[in-house]
């Protein structure tokens, strides 16, 4: 039995969630609303105010689903109450960015500064012109913008110059020594 998959799910106040017979889950919040598909070899029961999962047999793939579909609705659930967030950290001499209106502008040493829009419930914050921060209802789309930002100029392994995460630890590579 999947231990994360057999651990029920408490439903906040002020949360609802609606399962239809084609295992489409629909999780409505202050902050918003996320739906998300179920394999119909899981069985998902909502009573009042507690939510489990169950499986229909022992095999291999529908094993590995319990748990999957058990953590995407407690994600969905913790993201119309909470909400995600990713903090980069942009490091370098002239690296920076900016926000005006819903345009993020990140100059990273390029020829030509690089935009993203905000979209699909994702806002961008920029406390500093050193950090950005991606804030949404999805986990999936949060950590997905992200690595987007963070993919248009990783950080590099000498100087560790670069957009990187919050927290991540770069491993540094020894330069050339003298003569």
Excluded: C
């Amino acid at each position: 039995m999947s231990r994360i998959g057999r651990q029920t799910i408490t439903v906040p106040a002020g949360v609802t969630v609606t399962v239809n017979e084609e295992n489409l889950v629909t999780v409505k919040g202050a902050k918003g609303t996320l739906t998300t598909q179920i394999n119909n070899k899981i069985t998902v029961s909502v009573d009042g105010a507690v939510i489990s999962v169950a499986r229909a047999d022992d095999e291999r793939e529908t094993r590995s689903l319990h748990g999957l579909s058990r953590t995407l609705i407690a994600n969905m659930i913790e993201g119309v109450t909470k909400g995600y967030s990713k903090t980069l950290e942009i490091v370098g001499v002239g690296y920076k960015a900016a926000k005006s209106g819903k345009t993020l502008t990140l100059n990273l040493g390029h020829s030509h500064p690089i935009v993203f829009e905000e979209k699909d419930g994702i806002t961008f914050d920029v406390p500093n012109s050193t950090t950005v921060v991606v804030n949404g209802i999805d986990k999936q789309t949060v950590g997905q913008i992200a690595a987007q930002i963070r993919e248009k100029r990783p950080p590099e392994p000498y100087l560790g110059k670069g957009v990187k995460y919050v927290g991540e630890h770069i491993r540094r590579k020894a330069g050339k020594t003298g003569k």
